[in-house]
Nanobody
Framework: VQLQASGGGLVQVGGSLRLSCTAS????????TAWFRQAPGKERGFVAA????????YYADPVKGRFTISRDNAKNTVYLQMNSLKPEDTAVYYC?????????????????WGQGTLVTVSS
């Protein structure tokens, strides 16, 4: 499966962005999906994840209450709605997918990765 991330850009503090991750090549509905992010000089870190059926979602503490992950399997797309953005949210955001029921918060188990989309939050 190939993943294409989009929706990044420059936004002011307190603003919002919606990232999209669109899959092609295979039916996306059987894949657990997550968003990770990587700021300059830092390791890639977990942001949010959603199981294949959309029934379970998980968030990193720094984004709880501000970010929402969702999916539309009919469109082969997973979304990350980001509200109340802060400068520390600035990073390249990557979507990732894996077969299986679980959606770990570490990058290694994910088999497929998108190319990343840059989010810059200016103060």
């Amino acid at each position: 499966v190939q993943l294409q991330a989009s929706g990044g850009g420059l936004v002011q503090v307190g603003g919002s962005l919606r990232l999209s991750c669109t899959a092609s090549g295979r039916t996306f509905s059987s894949y657990g999906t997550a968003w990770f992010r990587q700021a300059p000089g830092k390791e890639r870190g977990f942001v949010a994840a959603i199981k294949w059926n959309g029934g379970n979602t998980y968030y990193a503490d720094p984004v709880k209450g501000r970010f929402t992950i969702s999916r539309d399997n009919a469109k082969n797309t997973v979304y990350l709605q980001m509200n109340s953005l802060k400068p520390e949210d600035t990073a390249v955001y990557y979507c990732a997918a894996r077969t299986g029921y679980e959606v770990p918060s570490t990058p290694i188990p994910y088999e497929y990765w998108g190319q990343g989309t840059l989010v810059t939050v200016s103060s």
